[in-house]
C-alpha cells in the first residue's frame, strides 16, 4: 500500500471504530482510560529507550535546547502523562448530557444531547506528551483519533501509541479507535487534510503548520495556540500592579501562547512608566523594542519595526509601544493579534468596560496576567488546546469542545400539516 | 475595480461595520429591524416591478414552475418577509447572554458571554426572500452579512437589499453591515470562499452549490440542507400511524430537505405493510422503487438501483426497501443519509432506543414525521439553515449559532507562578 491507500485503510477502521466507540458508558471509558495510564507506567522502560534515540538524532542535527528539551521524556514526564490520563477519567462525561428540552403544543418531545464528533485527527510537532493527552480526551469524549506526530518524535511517540491502544484495545475500547500515523513523509499530513472521513483536524504546533493546514483541508479545522497577546498599560493604572503583570506575562514563560509579545502604554503615563519597565525586564534579560516615542524616553531601547507588532518572538523580546490612549489601544490590538489574550491594566472603570467589549480576542483580561489562558486555570481540566477562531469553540478546548449535539424527538404519530 | 477588488473592498468595509455592529444595544438593532420591516412594505412596488423581470427572464429560459414558483413574490410574500423581519425583532438577543461564570481559587472572575461572529457570507439561489431572512437573522445576531444571490433573482435581491440597507443605516446600523453582491458573475463565489476576513460561509441551495462551496472555501463553513431522510416502519409499527407519517413525510412538502427520500420496511411486516403503502402513495401520485424484495410483494413497483439510496429526489418519488432488522435499518441509514432527520416507527421500546443513539444524523425521531426539523416547529424562531455536520452548529440554526463566545477574566492584580 502506498501512503494515501494506508492511511485511508487507518480512517476507514477509526470510523466503524467511531460508531461503537460513541454508545460505550462512561465507565467503560474511565476503566480503559485507567489501565491506558497504567501501560505508560510498566511500560516505561521502553519509552525511554525509544525517547534516548529521538534525542540523540534531534541533537546530532543540531536543533536548539528549547526543542531537545520538548522533545525530551524522563520518569516523571512519563508520571505526569500517566496522571493526566487518570485525571481525565475522573472529569465529568459530556456524552449524553441533555442541555435543552421542550414539549411542543402538538405533543412531541424533543430534547437535545450531546454525541461524539466522530473521529478526530490530530497533528502536532515536537513534544510527545501530546499523543497521551489527545489520545485521553478524544476517547473519554467518545471519538476515535487519528494521530499524526513530528517525525523527531517518531521512536517516542511510536511506542507510546502502541501501548495506549493495547490497553485500551484489552478493556473495552473498539479497535481501532486510537490510531497513530507512523508515515514520517509530509505527504502523511496532505493525505489526512483531504480525508473526508474526519469530523475536525486540530493542529498544534508553530504558526507554518496551522496556516499549512487551514489553507489545505478539505475537513474543517480548529486553528489553535498562536498568540500575539497584549498587555495595555492605561493611563490609570497602578505601576507596581502594572510592572508584576508585565513581567509574568513576559517572563514566566516565554515560548507558550499565552505570553505576552507587546506592551501598549498611555503617552501620558509612558515616562513614568518605561523606565521602571525598562528595569523589570533587563533584571530578566528581555529585550525590548520600542516605537519612536518610546525609544524618546527609555534611549537603550531597540528600534522595533512594522514586523515587531505581529510577531510571535516565543522569546526574551517585548515590542513596546506608547499610544494616545484606550481608542488607539483597542485599534493596535484588534489589528495586529491573533484573537488569543489580552489585558489592561486599569484602576478606571470605563476603560476596563470598554476594553473587554470592544477588544476581539478569546480571553480579555482586566488587571490579571495574561497567562492564565489555560484549561486548568479556567477550572476545567485538561484541554487540548486554545482555539483562536470564533466558529464552534473559542478559548480553551476541553471535552464538551470534542463534542456534538443531536435532537432526540419522541412523539405518537405526529404528523405536519 | 475589477470583480475581486469590488468584492474585497466590500469585505474590508463589512469588517469595520462589524465592529460597532457588535457593541449595539438589543433596541438599537429591533428598531432599525421594524424600519427595515416598513421599508420593504413601501417599497413594495418597486420590488414587485423588479421581480416580475426576473420571473419574466426566468420564464424565456424555460424555467421549470417549482422554479418559477420560487422565485415568483407578490403582496403576501413582501408581507411574510416583513413579518419574518419584525419576528426577528422580538426574538431575546443572545449578544451578551452569560452561560458559565465562576470565581477561581486565586480570586480572579472568569464569564464566558456571547458576542457575535463578525461577518457572515452567505451564498444563496432562486427564492429572494432569503435576502430578508438571512439579513434580519445576522444583523440581530450583531454580525455583519455579505448576501450573494442566484443571477435568476438578482433584480428582486438588488431592490431588496438596497430598501433593508438604507432602512437599516438610516436606524443606527453602522454603514456596510449589510451587503449584496451584485456581481452575477460564478467569479464571485470564488472570491468569496477566499476572503479571510469572513468568519463563516452558509451556502443555500442544491447539492451542487453546497459542494462547490464546501470543497473551495478557505474560510469556513456550515453546510446546510441536503436532505437524504429515512422512514424506518419496525415490525411491531402501528400500521395506520405507519402511513400517515410516511405519506406526511414524503407528500406534504416534497422539495423541501426535511422530506422523506427512502422508506425501509421489516421484512416480516412487509407483505402486510407494502400493499397499504402502494395504494396510499398511488393516491398521492408517488411513484416507488423498491428493492427486489419488496418488487416480489408488490410488482407493480419499478426497480430501485443502488443510485436511488443515496438520491434527494425532492419530488414525488419514494425508494423502498425491506430490511431484516433493526440492525439492517440502522447500518443503510448510516451509510447512505446525509445527517438530516431519520424516523422510526415502532411501538418497541428498545428499538425505539437504540434507533435514536445509534442512527447518527441531527434529528432522530419516533413515531413522529421527518418534517418537523425546522427552527420553527424546534421553537426556535427564524433559521438561517438546517445544518448537518456536526462541528459548530447541527440541525435548525438560529440566532444562537450565529453567535460565538469570549472569556472576560476580571482580577486585582493576579499573576502565575
Not at 501501560?39 to 535546547?65: M, W
Not at 485500551?168 to 493525505?191: C, S
Not at 468596560?353 to 478569546?362: I, T
Request: charged residues 25%.
Amino acid at each position: 500500500m502506498n501512503i494515501k491507500e494506508k492511511i485511508e485503510a487507518q480512517a476507514q477502521k477509526a470510523n466503524l471504530a467511531a460508531a461503537k466507540l460513541a454508545v460505550l458508558s462512561s465507565q467503560e471509558k474511565n476503566g480503559a482510560l485507567m489501565s491506558m495510564a497504567t501501560a505508560l507506567e510498566t511500560g516505561q522502560g521502553e519509552i525511554l529507550a525509544a525517547n534516548r534515540e529521538d534525542v540523540s538524532i534531534a541533537k546530532e542535527r543540531g536543533q536548539r535546547s528549547s526543542y531537545i528539551d520538548r522533545l525530551t521524556l524522563n520518569e516523571k514526564r512519563i508520571a505526569q502523562m500517566a496522571e493526566g490520563l487518570r485525571a481525565t477519567a475522573a472529569l465529568p462525561d459530556p456524552i449524553g448530557q441533555t442541555d435543552y428540552g421542550v414539549r411542543r403544543p402538538n405533543g412531541m418531545e424533543i430534547r437535545r444531547v450531546r454525541v461524539p464528533l466522530g473521529v478526530i485527527g490530530i497533528i502536532y510537532e515536537a513534544r510527545p506528551n501530546v499523543t497521551a493527552d489527545a489520545a485521553a480526551l478524544c476517547l473519554k469524549a467518545g471519538n476515535a483519533v487519528i494521530l499524526r506526530g513530528g517525525s523527531e518524535a517518531i521512536r517516542s511517540n511510536t511506542v507510546i501509541s502502541r501501548l495506549l491502544a493495547e490497553a485500551a484495545y484489552k478493556n473495552g475500547i473498539p479497535e481501532g479507535a486510537l490510531q497513530f500515523v507512523e508515515v514520517t513523509e509530509r505527504e502523511a499530513v496532505d493525505v489526512m487534510l483531504k480525508l473526508k472521513k474526519l469530523a475536525v483536524i486540530i493542529p498544534r504546533g508553530g504558526a507554518g503548520l496551522i496556516r499549512h493546514v487551514t489553507e489545505n483541508s478539505l475537513v474543517p479545522v480548529i486553528e489553535t495556540g498562536t498568540g500575539v497577546c497584549h498587555t495595555y498599560v492605561d493611563e490609570t493604572a497602578d505601576l507596581d500592579m502594572a510592572i508584576k503583570i508585565a513581567v509574568n506575562a513576559k517572563t514566566s514563560h516565554p515560548s507558550v501562547c499565552n505570553a505576552m509579545e507587546t506592551l501598549l502604554v498611555h503617552e501620558k503615563i509612558a515616562p513614568k512608566f518605561l523606565p521602571l519597565l525598562e528595569k523589570a525586564m533587563g533584571s530578566k534579560s528581555v529585550e525590548l523594542r520600542g516605537c519612536p516615542h518610546c525609544r524618546m524616553i527609555c534611549p537603550n531601547m531597540k528600534a522595533a519595526d512594522e514586523l515587531d507588532w505581529s510577531t510571535e518572538y516565543g522569546d526574551l523580546i517585548l515590542a513596546v509601544r506608547a499610544v494616545t490612549g484606550l481608542d488607539e489601544a483597542i485599534s493596535h490590538i484588534n489589528r495586529y493579534n491573533t484573537g488569543h489574550s489580552e489585558t489592561i491594566v486599569t484602576q478606571n472603570l470605563v476603560s476596563a468596560r470598554r476594553f473587554q467589549r470592544e477588544v476581539d480576542a478569546a480571553a480579555v483580561y482586566v488587571n490579571v496576567s495574561t497567562r492564565f489562558t489555560d484549561g486548568f486555570e479556567f477550572g476545567f481540566g485538561a484541554e487540548i488546546g486554545i482555539s483562536t477562531q470564533k466558529l464552534h469553540a473559542r478559548g480553551p478546548m476541553g471535552l464538551m469542545e470534542l463534542t456534538s449535539v443531536k435532537y432526540l424527538i419522541d412523539g405518537n404519530g405526529q404528523i405536519r400539516e
